[in-house]
């Protein structure tokens, strides 16, 4: 089992920034690709970012957005730190939802399939206006 954990949630204003961190435990960190979905009051849950492993080669540590944050946020890895981050700027109000934390062994998974093997509890993000 692979345990992650989200924090770096809270309240923001408009036009600012939050960076969240995923703290990853129990399996090989490098080797998994790694996402960050969100979810708001109501609605269904949204892509936001995804970053491939570092340890295959082919496109290795490629990374993925979703239309709505392209530009505003940043999805990292620290393999030393088993830990993903995602830098969150320009923030709007329509980025308030819980965001959470996904790990797949196939980035595809994520990608193509919104899932993941592993999830994390979420953490909250409010963007006030």
């Known amino acids: 089992q692979m345990q992650l954990v989200e924090s770096g949630g809270g309240l923001a204003q408009t036009g600012g920034s939050l960076r969240l961190s995923c703290a990853a435990s129990?399996?090989?960190?490098?080797?998994?690709?790694m996402g960050w979905f969100r979810q708001a009051p109501g609605k269904e849950r949204e892509f936001v970012a995804a970053?491939?492993?570092?340890?295959?080669?082919?496109?290795?540590?490629?990374?993925y957005y979703g239309d709505s944050v392209k530009g505003r946020f940043t999805i990292s890895r620290d393999n030393a730190k088993n830990t993903m981050y995602l830098q969150m700027n320009s923030l709007k109000p329509e980025d308030t939802a819980v965001y959470y934390c996904?790990?797949?062994?196939?980035?595809?998974?994520?990608?193509?399939?919104?899932?993941?093997?592993?999830w994390g509890k979420g953490t909250l993000v409010t963007v006030s206006s």
């Open positions: 970053i491939r492993s570092t340890t295959i080669s082919w496109k290795s540590g490629t990374t």
């Open positions: 996904a790990a797949a062994l196939d980035i595809g998974t994520i990608l193509n399939d919104y899932g993941a093997d592993y």
């Open positions: 129990g399996r090989t960190f490098s080797n998994y690709g």
